[in-house]
């Protein structure tokens, strides 16, 4: 049976930092202190939420650094907060400090005289604590079944984050946790979708045409990307556009495909058409007349927080792509940093940028 082991008595004499390391040690350096604040900050949040009470992570930042530069001189591990340590005296009904100057006292008694007498206990007593304070934590397994049902995204990052934590260590489970959210919220943001809006009979109201009973202006369509639009998007957003509003110009596309079809399948050659000249002369026809149901197309900003050069740039071809067909773009409820971005760019959209989408519909009616 493995016991505990040799338990060094007393302090380590206090001494300089060997800086001779520094820069063979830099990049696992800040490796540590990634993780270990990462550590220490979803641990407080855990036991913040569970208790209803906020915490700076600037202050858990601050008080981090202190400690290890404090350490630095005792030739210390790297502190953090410690998962297993908190839910014990979470458990013991601790509530404030004063858990933590009771708890080093005890293991400053512990280093300094009572050492020898744990030296032959099993480490199986130890794992014993830690999995009886874990109890409740470990019970949250129940919640599966309402994440599946809530997003299945938040399963799978619930799934990868507990499975990874338990086979490897809480360290590593945080860090794969961590990259899997940032994966799935990559993927979350390359799910933009545009929606054409309506107005709400009697109120100054647009929302979109598939969920409320709004109407369209004539000659005018509404649209709105529920995302913002930046290098991620820009394309997605684009392609949402043309198939929302399509136009003589992004008809390219089906009139390749007529000649193509000409060319190597002899489309049109007999008197009788096929299927395929059918469905390809029915995509013309209402692409054609959709594009003559509205001169002006206004873009619903009230979602869009940020956008980067490569949405500008999106927006700059969109314009000269619809403007080609005379379907004006016009812009409403942009917020500051929309453009703000939009005069670094030198875009000069300020006769296309309205207060609302009314004031927008109102200048095309007037």
Known sequence: MTVVGSIPKGFPEPQLPEFNLLMDMILDAIILSVIAYATSLSVSDLFARKHKYKIDSNKEFFALG???????????FVSCGSLSRTVVADSSGGKTQLVTIIASSVVLTVMLWIGPFLEQLPKACLGAIIVAALLNLLLQVRDLPYYWRLDKLDFITWIVTFVSTIILDVDFGLCIGFLTVLFLNTYRSQNLQVKIQGRVKDFELYRPVDKYLASEQESIRVVYPNQSIYFVTSDIFKQQLNFSCPSKSNMITDLSLIENCKINYGCGAGPEKSDLEIKIDETENDTLDSSKKFETIIIDFSDVQFVDEAGCKCL???????????????????????????????????????????????????
């Open 66 to 76: 202190v400690s290890n530069i404090a350490n630095s001189f005792f030739q210390s």
């Open 316 to 366: 700059k071809e969109i314009i000269r792509d619809y403007e080609s067909d005379n379907i004006q773009i016009l812009f409403a409820c942009c917020n500051e940093n929309v453009i703000d971005y939009f005069k670094r760019m030198k875009m000069e959209l300020d006769d296309r940028i309205f207060l609302t989408v009314q004031d927008a519909v109102s200048s095309k009616l007037c």
